[in-house]
């Protein structure tokens, strides 16, 4: 009976202990959570930087299964189409450029073809022209006298002066109708064609003027006459108001990457990116210009690389071939509202580059002569 009773008050002995010590625990808690340490906000950040990284992670590697899907021709494809939604439906300029500057020079620096050898372009007379307004002999004669060790290989090529009834029409209409074709005179009838095909013109003629019109219509009729001959398959243009410089004065000669199919031969590049050739042991040589002494030392801003064109302004001289020119006139008849001098710089499918020899070879001549065109500008 002793034993049996001692068992029971150590029992209940060890129970109170128990119970005392949980009710010390929870008095004592508050007091524990009050001095726990909140956590860092470094701690925070570094969280918060794991979760960038695995984010920028997934789309790298999302990234990288569709360049590999895709190929790289579709891929291009693809950014040229962002390039041209971006382009035709983002108003703000700025943005525009904030956007679209970046995607041009990932397509242009890592993604389209690159050249393979360098290709030898010659001035000749058949495949060389100046645009020069009949009115316009005062700036013809200035083109003459400071282009004249190569005036044997330039041809004059009559500009485009906006017909009088065609000028009355578009100011008389408003701006969504179209242009209607009528009237017996040749040239009239040209124009309207154009001014149809083209609603670009039209816009252009409402807002800038009818000499800014003439001039893109000029140039668009020069790449027409490019694809309806055989005599060459690319042309140098020129404008009555520019210098031919020493380089291209003396040997009328200008080397450029095999894929081109704009030359600038100004120095009106507001933006250009280095690309290499497809074999990376320097500048490569086409097999006809490696024969003779007619190829130009490289231009040692290129360092051994092709430059590639991706904003620009200007068609004071660049030389066009056929395939550049048959882009222009085919997408060209979407609805452009800029002229055809900032169009070339803006088309996706143009390939445009800088000279591998010496650049530039043209410039802006101080004529001091305003252009007759502009009289028509009102």
Not at 185 to 192: G, S, V
């Amino acid at each position: 009976m002793i034993s049996q009773w001692r068992h029971r008050r150590r029992r209940r002995i060890s129970s109170s202990e128990n119970d005392a010590d949980h009710q010390n625990e929870n008095d004592l808690s508050p007091l524990l959570h009050e001095n726990e340490k909140p956590r860092s906000s470094c701690s925070r950040t570094t969280q918060n930087n794991r979760r960038q990284r695995i984010r920028f992670g997934v789309i790298i590697i999302v990234t990288v299964v569709i360049t590999l899907s895709l190929g790289r021709s579709k891929l291009a494809n693809t950014f040229r189409h962002m390039e041209r939604y971006i382009d035709n439906s983002i108003s703000d300029k700025f943005t525009r450029g904030m956007l679209f500057l970046p995607l041009r020079y990932l397509r242009v620096k890592w993604i389209d073809p690159l050249p393979i050898h360098e290709r030898k372009f010659v001035m000749k007379y058949n495949s060389t022209f100046v645009l020069n307004l009949e009115s316009d002999k005062e700036r013809w004669a200035f083109f003459q006298r400071v282009n004249q060790k190569r005036m044997k290989d330039i041809q004059r090529i009559p500009s485009t002066r906006i017909h009088p009834e065609l000028s009355a029409q578009i100011q008389g209409k408003g701006m969504g109708q179209k242009v209607i074709i009528f009237g017996n005179n040749t040239e009239l009838k040209t124009q309207q064609l154009y001014f149809s095909k083209y609603p670009a013109l039209k816009y252009l003629a409402k807002r800038d003027g009818m000499g800014t019109a003439a001039c893109s219509l000029s140039h668009l009729r020069l790449l027409q006459d490019l694809l309806d001959q055989d005599a060459s398959d690319y042309m140098f243009v020129f404008e009555d108001d520019i210098e031919i410089l020493d380089s291209l004065l003396d040997d009328g000669v200008v080397m450029a990457p095999n894929n081109a199919d704009v030359v600038l031969l100004s120095a009106c590049s507001l933006g250009h990116v280095s690309v290499s050739w497809q074999q990376k042991r320097g500048i490569r040589r086409s097999a006809t210009a490696a024969k003779d002494n007619t190829t130009l030392p490289a231009n040692p801003i290129h360092n051994n690389n092709a430059i590639r064109v991706i904003s620009g302004y200007s068609t004071w001289g660049y030389i066009i071939t056929k395939r550049g020119a048959r882009i222009l006139l085919d997408e060209y008849t979407n609805e452009r509202t800029e002229p055809i001098d900032v169009y070339i710089f803006k088309n996706a499918n143009l390939k445009v580059y800088l000279p591998t020899s010496d650049w530039p070879v043209v410039a802006h001549g101080k004529v001091g002569i305003k252009s007759a065109r502009r009289n028509n500008d009102n």
